[in-house]
């Protein structure tokens, strides 16, 4: 093997480490995000099913008080 190739597979390798480190880092953002919109969605099903129980609430108040 000549001095150019190894160089070469040497500078293939620094930037294939480099390449998975930054791809590593990408992962790490997008499992934070993904879990935060997990999160998110979570706390507005809450809400949605909150906000509905009180639409029932004043539902049934109207129907008593048109009687």
């Known amino acids: 093997m000549c001095c150019r190739d190894h160089v070469r ?5 620094q930037q294939n480490e480099s390449d998975i480190k930054t791809r590593g880092a990408e ?3 997008l499992q934070r995000e993904l879990e ?3 999160a998110t969605a979570k706390k507005l ?13 004043l539902d049934n108040k109207v129907i008593i008080m048109s009687y």
């Not at 597979?9 to 390798?13: A, G, V």
């Not at 099913?49 to 029932?56: E, I, M, V």
């Open 9 to 13: 597979l040497e500078q293939e390798r």
């Open 36 to 38: 935060t919109l997990v």
């Open 45 to 57: 099903d809450a809400q949605r099913a909150d906000a509905k129980k009180r639409l029932d609430e």
């Open 27 to 29: 992962m790490v953002t």
